[in-house]
Nanobody, 115 residues
C-alpha cells in the first residue's frame, strides 16, 4: 500500500488549496480514507475522512464549512478542497488509510497560510 499526498504550498489567508492523495497497492474503493494534519509543536489531529463509497464524510469542527473531502475511486485518489484558509491551518497534511488492520500514511504535504 502506498499513499502519495501532494498539492500543498504557500497561500494567503482567505485563499484556497486542493490537496490530492493518490493510492496504490490495494482496492482503494473498498476502504475509507482520511486526512490528518500536524502543526509545528502540536500533536497530529484528524481533519476529515470519507467512506469507501464517498457517501459519508466527517469533518473536525475547526474545518467544518471550509474544507470538503471527496474521492474518485476510478482514479484511486482522495481530495481535500480547502477554502477560507486561516493561519492556524498551517500544518503538514497527511492522508491515511487502514488496510488489513494496519495504518498506512502518505508522506505529508506542507500547507503554509501566511501573508
Amino acid at each position: 500500500v502506498q499513499l502519495q499526498a501532494f498539492g500543498g504550498g504557500l497561500v494567503q489567508p482567505g485563499g484556497s488549496l486542493r490537496l490530492s492523495c493518490a493510492a496504490s497497492g490495494y482496492t482503494f474503493g473498498n476502504y475509507p480514507i482520511g486526512w490528518f494534519r500536524q502543526a509545528p509543536g502540536k500533536k497530529r489531529e484528524g481533519v476529515s475522512c470519507i467512506s469507501s463509497s464517498g457517501d459519508n464524510a466527517y469533518y473536525a469542527d475547526s474545518v467544518k464549512g471550509r474544507f470538503t473531502i471527496s474521492r474518485d475511486n476510478a482514479k484511486n485518489t482522495v481530495y481535500l478542497q480547502m477554502n477560507s484558509l486561516k493561519p492556524e491551518d498551517t500544518a503538514v497534511y497527511y492522508c491515511k488509510t487502514t488496510y488489513r488492520d494496519r495504518n498506512y500514511w502518505g508522506q505529508g504535504t506542507l500547507v503554509t497560510v501566511s501573508s
